[in-house]
């Protein structure tokens, strides 16, 4: 007979993009982390832009190039909503468990599946947009980790008529 674990989630992360959906899904993690007593840790991924110009390997031979400039104006923003989140959170004191935050650069998809790999998540909160057949074709972030991930996924729909 297999042990169980003492509840089904310790570590839950939130991919959050400051979307309404990744907001729904920050909620959902908190009423989780509430009912299981577990840690939730909010991941928001900065993709960065890269010079379109350099962008085709075929014509120049190297890859693009991140503008630092820009990258330094995406970290400084993304670091100010995180910890207004934070402080957010922590004012209304819903969870009792710990709440961490981390900003990373890098695809995004690819960094929710490596950070949850590395940080033993057991349950991925994502919010899911569904917003153009476009996007369905190339791969929204969503799918792309509800593939990936070694861990459970829950994509957390709004009602998008607002």
């Known amino acids: 007979m297999q042990t169980v674990q003492q509840s089904p989630y310790q570590h839950l992360l939130v991919a959050m993009d400051f979307s309404k959906s990744s907001y729904a899904a920050l909620q959902r993690a908190i009423c989780m982390a509430q009912q ?11 993709e960065l832009p890269i010079n379109p110009i350099l962008e085709d390997n075929a014509v120049s031979g190297i890859p693009g190039v991140w503008d630092q400039q820009t990258t330094e104006v995406l970290l400084q923003a993304a670091k100010h909503k995180m910890q207004s ?5 922590s004012a209304l004191k819903p969870v009792d468990s710990v709440l961490n ?5 890098g695809h995004p998809a690819r960094e929710i599946c490596t950070f ?8 991925i909160l ?3 947009h ?3 057949a476009w996007r369905a074709f190339i791969g929204s972030t969503s799918h792309s980790v509800l593939q990936e991930a070694k861990c459970d ?8 008529k607002d």
Not at 85 to 89: A, F, G, M, Q, T
Not at 101 to 105: A, L, N, P
Not at 116 to 123: G, I, P, R
């Open 153 to 160: 996924v829950l994509n957390v729909k709004i009602d998008n």
């Open 116 to 123: 949850t790999e590395l940080n033993q998540v057991d349950c």
């Open 36 to 46: 299981y007593q577990a840690q939730i840790t909010v991941l928001h991924v900065i």
């Open 101 to 105: 935050t981390e900003i990373k650069i």
């Open 126 to 128: 994502i919010g899911f």
């Open 130 to 132: 569904g917003h153009s």
């Open 85 to 89: 989140l934070k402080e957010e959170i």
